[in-house]
């Protein structure tokens, strides 16, 4: 790869890194909270030289309104208008340092606003909305590539390693109306849906990949993994007060999540690159390391990413819009529990968006170039 190459290769490395802040955001209330990692699914944002310092801003929204039981969609909730209604609003400020050519660092300072509108936490006659805002858990790693950038690979692989801070408040409490005494309001913690954190120190690993398979085509992935060894954090649901049943589900969980993503990515000019490809994000039944127990909505979607981006030197900002194309909310735990001891069906729903909007824009500063090894360079541009 020359020189010419490696600024070809440049608006399609910032695409990849542009398109990242979602990862782990699952649509809807299967997921505890947005989430995203630091390096991101394209790790090619974190080819900085060393002492090369990258900023960015992340937003992203959903609303989440479809239910499903399995893969199997209940249209009925929105058409009898008893649909729960996330939506959510989440905001990563992030920054990724060059500590040497190959290894970086990133910290992720994550701020959201939810709000969520039902009938059943409302004594199920009349509709209200709960709201919760805030700090959320902050996330950093270290990374390191396996190829040294300097020789221009026309493929990369960068692996990363860290940690989730309990900085997010996992007890936001809001009134919920006639459920108190006498049918009066009541404050209590609002849905684990729209918690601000999980109350649970976590761990973070991510496998992440670039690939040139024509002078105009890149190839992209990565997987991300958030190991929360906690079970539960003691918050209580309120869910039994619906049905004595419930009661395995009293106390919030607190879960694992996981992303993957592939994908193509093309430059259409040297400003703008286009991308297209393919995510799975979830919540698992199971957790890795520790217990499982207590109330949580297992669930996963699959999703078509298109994305765009626009380049100018050092400055990006991106555009991608994630589409769900399938939806699952598996039994839980305490979905199994409860049908072993009942030796009735049990199986929980979960609400689900049909798309994620990601906006982000990104700013290089000095040293974000990594010095080429001059065998590797175009001898004309030397």
Known sequence: MTQHSLRRLSPVLVCLAMLIPSLGSAQGCVAIRHFSSCTGTHPENNILAKGGLMLSANYRYFKSFRHFRGTEEEPDRVANETEVINHSHAWDFVATYGISDRWFASLVIPTVINTRSSLYEHGRDQRNTTFSRGLADIRWNVGYWLQDPASLPKGNVAIALGMKLPTG??????????????????????????????????????????????????????????????????VRTFRETLSPILQNEAVMSVPDQ??????????????????????????????????????????????????????????????????????????????????EATGQPRAGDAAFADYVINVAVAYRFGGSGVKLDPEKQDPFNR
């Open 169 to 234: 408040n996992y007890q936001a409490t809001d009134i919920f109306y006639n459920v108190g005494p006498e049918g009066g309001p009541e404050v209590r913690p609002v849905d684990q849906s729209i918690q601000v954190g999980d109350g649970g120190f976590g761990v973070t690993a991510e496998i992440q990949f670039y690939r040139e398979l024509s002078p105009s085509l890149f190839l992209y992935g990565g997987g991300f993994y958030l190991f929360n060894p906690r079970e539960t954090n003691g």
């Open 258 to 339: 996981y992303s993957v993503r592939l994908g193509l990515s093309h430059p259409f000019s040297p400003a703008i690159t286009g991308s297209l490809g393919a995510r799975f994000d979830g919540v698992p039944v199971k957790d890795v390391i520790g217990g499982s127990g207590g109330f949580r909505r297992p669930g996963n979607v699959l999703a078509i990413d298109p994305g765009l981006t626009y380049t100018s030197g050092p400055f990006a900002l991106s555009l991608s819009v994630p589409v769900a194309v399938r939806r699952e909310r598996p039994q839980s735990l305490t979905d199994l529990e409860t049908q």
